[in-house]
């Protein structure tokens, strides 16, 4: 699991530039205006081939001066909370501010690893600019000028030294199927792994956002060990105060990427939302074998064909997830819950399945015959074998003449067939294009 590093500081500090400076490409929103951080939040970084998720924390919402010390607090006790280490973010020209005091207090409470920096310094040595900020009691202060690239290698030394136990590839001995529940609040999350359970292990309640960490359940089924992760439900944007949202969002990330297996909730009350799009396009775009669960099934007045329209429904809402089973139970009454460890293994041992090369290349050529590739300026593009080189997911290379010539047209018709010839229903699949070498 990558380490989780979060950004903290108080409005126009520049947590965004740093974000974007610490990413290498520009993500996050920058303005001067405080508060102007929406979306891309959470982005992967690596230093020194050392990888870690980076967390921009900004976005606080100020209704008036009045409110910046409580949105500070809301912001810096889920950053703080959920984070393996904390970049306290302050301003060298402005100089230390009772909103810094605070979250600085509120980072030595809990023990979180902590680097204090100062940004907005025409140069990164330590003087009078930056004294004060031993004040905050963090250790010295870090001097850097995000804005114009000074320090950032020092800094990003620091982050990997700090969170270096985390890299330790014998921490973690847990060789667990792991599930991550995920979906909108109220969705029945915890109530499907407490009945799977046995014992009212997690809060149950018909208040949106209960479960706010990830928390993991351990579970034996069939001589088989699970960890199920719960994670935060995620909300609509316009029933948001705080930045509870946001967290949540990057909780659900955090539980998908652990995950072998994730298990999309939908409410059968509400059909396919929205949010339950963006939700499960968390787990498509990180390439996780995927079942939807259409839950609290029991409720739905039943006529004929009602499963076979909700279906439909939820093939036209989220129409990417195509290969994912679709399974429709109630976590209330346990009804047809006994299928889901057979699904669990059923889509993680098709993530795992391998294609022989002969076998490829045979279908490759059924493949061409049936569509023509393209053709660009008078040169046709020309496949000339293809071959699998790793699971979870299956992944794919495509060795052509000139991958400019490879429309993505052709190359999703390609991974169709691929698809539909070699039966990966239940997992997604990677191709990647490259152009046989010269030599």
């Given at each position: 699991m990558k380490p989780?590093?979060?950004?903290?500081?108080?409005?126009?500090?520049?947590?965004?530039?740093?974000?974007?400076?610490?990413?290498?490409?520009?993500?996050?929103?920058?303005?001067?205006?405080p508060g102007v951080t929406r979306d891309r939040i959470i982005a992967d970084a690596e230093w020194q081939n050392h990888p870690f998720t980076l967390i921009d924390t900004g976005g606080i919402e100020l209704k008036t001066k009045d409110t910046i010390l409580h949105q500070m607090r809301?912001?810096?006790?889920?950053?703080?909370?959920?984070?393996?280490?904390?970049?306290?973010?302050?301003?060298?020209?402005e100089g230390m501010t009772a909103a810094d005091a605070e979250v600085a207090e509120m980072i030595r409470?809990?023990?979180?690893?902590?680097?204090?920096?100062?940004?907005?310094?025409?140069?990164v040595n330590l003087d009078e600019q930056t004294y004060e900020f031993y004040n905050l009691g963090l250790g010295d202060p870090v001097p850097i000028s995000a804005e114009q690239g000074?320090?950032?290698?020092?800094?990003?030394?620091?982050?990997?030294?700090?969170?270096?136990?985390?890299?330790?590839?014998?921490?973690e001995e847990d060789h667990s199927l792991k599930v991550a529940v995920v979906g909108k609040p109220n969705a029945g999350k915890s109530t499907l792994i407490n009945y799977l359970l046995g014992e009212e292990r997690l809060i149950v309640s018909d208040i949106p956002g209960t479960t706010r960490d990830a928390i993991d359940s351990h579970i034996q089924h069939d001589g088989v060990d699970y960890t199920f992760i719960d994670t935060a439900g995620l909300r609509r944007k316009k029933k948001i105060y705080?930045?509870?949202e946001r967290y949540s969002i990057i909780r659900a990330i955090a539980a998908i990427d652990?995950?072998?297996v994730v298990?999309?909730?939908?409410?059968?009350?509400?059909?396919?939302?929205?949010?339950d799009s963006k939700i499960a396009g968390i787990a498509h775009n990180r390439f996780k074998p995927t079942i939807l669960v259409v839950n609290k099934w029991d409720v739905i007045e039943k006529e004929t064909k009602t499963m076979d329209k909700m279906t439909k429904d939820i093939r036209n809402g989220l129409a990417f997830l195509s290969y994912a089973p679709?399974?429709?139970l109630s976590a209330k009454t346990g009804s047809r819950t006994n299928k889901i460890f057979p699904m669990i293994q059923f889509v993680k041992a098709q993530s795992e399945k391998r294609i022989p090369t002969s076998k490829m290349n045979e279908a490759i050529i059924d493949f061409v015959t049936l569509k023509q590739p393209p053709a660009k300026n008078g040169r046709r593009l020309k496949i000339y074998y293809g071959s699998q080189v790793g699971v979870t997911p299956p992944t794919f290379v495509i060795f052509v003449n000139d991958e400019t010539l490879m429309h993505f047209s052709y190359q999703r018709y390609l991974e169709n067939k691929i698809n539909e010839t070699f039966d990966f229903s239940g997992t997604p699949i990677r191709v990647f294009i490259r152009e046989r070498s010269k030599e």
């Open positions: 989780i590093v979060a950004v903290v500081g108080r409005p126009n500090v520049g947590k965004s530039t740093l974000f974007n400076k610490l990413v290498g490409e520009r993500i996050a929103i920058v303005e001067d205006t809301v912001q810096a006790e889920m950053a703080i909370d959920m984070a393996d280490l904390i970049l306290l973010l302050t301003d060298g020209r409470r809990c023990g979180k690893k902590v680097i204090l920096v100062v940004n907005k310094l025409d140069h000074l320090g950032l290698g020092d800094l990003l030394d620091m982050i990997v030294e700090k969170v270096e136990a985390l890299y330790d590839d014998g921490e705080d930045d509870i652990r995950a072998d298990l999309m909730m939908i409410d059968a009350k509400e059909g396919v939302t929205e949010q679709i399974l429709f």
